[in-house]
């Protein structure tokens, strides 16, 4: 039984009363109705409710309104709700298997026994969702226990799935009309809010996106809480359209991707170029503070990954083989190997720290709806390294590791954010131990002046983590640099050093990463810069162009060895083509410097230089561009 009055505590810490088994939307009407009209969602005791809710008890109320990112997600998934609703209204035969929200974008997926939808069907979906959110009709949400959910959606075998499945003891059942569906999160009751969405594409995808379990159909669209909101996306996407990354290795010639290994980009020579260019920025770097590069095998025993621990977060995104009737797996990241490394020599105190760096290749096994040009794949090499140290070590260790990522990330010209993340749920070892690790973490970040935000429970299972968000030209935000103290792994591999007492002890470890996935990054890069790269990663840095092949080619030639031999990257193009078809395949391909070689040149020992995206020519003498190039072919 309710009290006569329910007693809602506000986020200011003022007291309401309000009358019993009041909704969160009477409470936000009592507040003010310029207020509710702004209200989406409430936090009832930490959990976030439809504004329909009814109070229960006396309670805390945080209320969410739309300009908040929580009300944006719902907005996305209260419609990719009613487009469920909308195809099983059209659609009498389509099995609904799953709705959600990704980002920006919101989906529905289907199974269609019948037909395969098209674009006329889009656009019949997309009038009939119009109405539906013009009608702004009750949607009732309910919870339940999963035995009883299972018994109102039984003739929904996908949603039965998802209810077994599901961590939660109780399910919510959202119904409009007759049509009812399991959701997974709050719905937005009014539906006005909706009307800035745009639906966008018709894709096909599989069950659990697992290419062995049947196809089924997506639709999917985009959705935000004002329309200024829904027009600068669209503003972005065709910005980005021009500048992404799958677009530009097609233009530049760098990569690509086979059906006989999906998700495995192949680089050609100039995208091998790029991804040379990058590790050697970094292995210099890291060579000027000691680190010792490694190499670690591809494949290793399948007990390997269970004593480390990876076994249990990582198998079913692992790659397997037997060998000799024996299990192997390909390795998903290189830890394991390099604390293999480690244990095969005996080490001192005076040995620490010792800075152990890899340019490791990883398999990971990721769902085939998820796979993203370079953002994305199944194999991606990694710029690994593992810091072994003892606890005195510690903050200046990390510290001298921010001073590495902030000169990288400068070189690029990134801004970027810093992130702790702390002892996740299923975490590993002992608990004062993890306390340590973080009040560690902790201290370098505070006694050095550099900002953060804080994650909880977001740290890697073996111990927390300081993740580096850079900030592309963009605006985007990128998770690329990591750093993660952990002390489970030396405990898990026995691994030992000899402190100054003549005793056994164990070592730290430091797991760190800067591009955090070479290939990942290069493609970020590439956006970043709107491909047009500095000239020290530029895989063509200069294209000499003939005027006359006859005439000119030859010195063409002579000029293109002199470049070489200071290590230029050059290119002569002889090809039969007229000069301004030349020239401006030079600028598609955003080549830093062309030449033209033409009788003044030849005659003057000149070079006619023409740089990316200007249209004027400036005249060298040779030795000067030489310098001039040299002097610039530096990572800046």
């Known amino acids: 039984m309710f009290a006569d009055n329910v007693k809602v505590k506000l986020s200011n810490n003022n007291e309401l009363e309000v009358p019993q088994k009041t909704t969160l939307l009477h409470v936000a009407k009592i507040i003010g109705s310029s207020f509710s009209k702004k209200a989406a969602l409430g936090y009832v005791n ?6 329909n809710y009814v109070l229960k008890e006396d309670c805390k109320v945080k209320f969410i309104t739309f300009e908040d990112q929580e009300a944006e997600e719902s907005i996305r998934y209260t419609l990719s709700f009613l487009i469920s609703y909308v195809i099983q209204k059209q659609f009498k035969s389509f099995k609904i298997a799953d709705l959600g929200v990704d980002n920006n974008s919101f989906y529905c997926d289907f199974q269609n026994p019948i037909k395969n939808i098209n674009k006329n069907d889009l656009k019949d979906i997309n009038k009939a969702l119009y109405k539906l959110i013009e009608s702004n009709p009750t949607i009732e949400v309910s919870e339940m226990s999963k035995e009883k959910a299972k018994v109102v959606l039984a003739d929904k075998e996908y949603m039965k799935y998802h209810i077994e499945h599901n961590d939660e003891e109780n399910i919510k059942i959202a119904k409009v009309g007759d ?8 719905i937005i009751s009014n539906l006005s809010k909706l009307k800035n969405y745009k639906l966008e594409n018709i894709s096909s995808t599989n069950w659990l996106r697992d290419v062995n379990n049947e196809p089924l159909q997506r ?20 910005k980005y359209e021009n500048i992404n990354h799958r677009k530009l290795g097609k233009e530049l010639n760098l990569f690509t991707f086979s059906d006989y290994a999906p998700g495995m980009p192949f680089y050609k020579h100039n995208g091998q170029i790029i991804r040379l260019e990058l590790q050697n920025l970094l292995r210099k770097l890291q060579f000027e503070e000691d680190y010792e590069e490694v190499y670690t095998p591809f494949i290793m025993n399948e007990s390997l990954w269970k004593d480390s621990g990876h076994w249990d977060h990582y198998k ?15 390795k998903p990241m290189n830890c394991p190997g390099h604390m293999l490394i480690y244990k095969n020599e005996h080490h001192s105190y005076r040995d620490l720290p010792i800075r152990m760096a890899e340019f490791g290749q990883v398999h990971r096994h990721e769902l085939s709806g998820s796979l993203n040009g370079l953002f994305r794949v199944r194999t991606f090499n990694q710029d690994d390294a593992h810091i072994y140290i003892n606890k005195k070590q510690i903050e200046s260790e990390i510290l001298n590791v921010i ?31 993890w306390d340590f690790a973080e009040s560690s973490l902790e201290n370098v970040l505070k006694y050095n002046n550099l900002k953060y935000t804080l994650n909880e429970k977001d740290g890697a299972f073996y111990g927390p983590k300081i993740d580096i ?4 030209a963009l605006g985007r935000s990128h998770q690329c640099g990591t750093i993660q103290l952990d002390f489970q792994m030396p405990e898990k591999f026995d691994l030992n050093y000899i402190n100054e007492n003549n005793e056994k ?3 730290v470890v430091i797991h760190r990463a800067i591009y955090g996935s070479i290939d990942r990054f290069l493609g970020i890069l590439l956006e970043h810069y709107s491909g047009k790269l500095p000239l020290w990663l530029s895989p063509n840095q200069v294209n000499i162009i003939p005027v006359n092949n006859k005439l000119h080619l030859h010195h063409a030639s002579r000029i293109k060895k002199m470049l070489k031999s200071k290590g230029i990257r050059v290119n002569v193009d002889d090809a039969e083509e007229k000069m301004g078809y030349k020239i401006r395949n030079a600028q598609i391909s955003k080549i830093p410097y062309t030449i033209v070689i033409g009788d003044d040149e030849l005659n003057n020992h000149t070079l006619s230089v023409r740089k990316y995206n200007e249209n004027k020519n400036e005249v060298y003498k040779i030795d000067e561009f030489i310098e001039k190039i040299v002097s610039e072919k530096v990572f800046s």
């Open 403 to 433: 001073n590495l990522i902030d000169k990288v990330y400068t070189i690029f010209g990134f801004d970027y954010d810093i992130e702790l993340s702390t002892r996740p749920d299923d975490y590993m070892g002992d608990i004062n131990l």
């Open 469 to 472: 968000h850079i900030k592309d």
């Open 179 to 186: 049509y009812i569906s399991l959701i997974t999160y709050p």
């Open 505 to 507: 002890e164990r070592p």
């Open 316 to 330: 079913n995104n692992m790659y397997f083989t037997d060998v000799d009737d024996l299990k192997y797996s390909l």
């Open 219 to 238: 639709i999917s669209g985009i959705a935000f809480s004002s329309g200024e909101a829904l027009e600068n996306h669209e503003s972005f996407l065709e």
């Open 46 to 51: 930490g959990e976030l409710k439809e504004l």
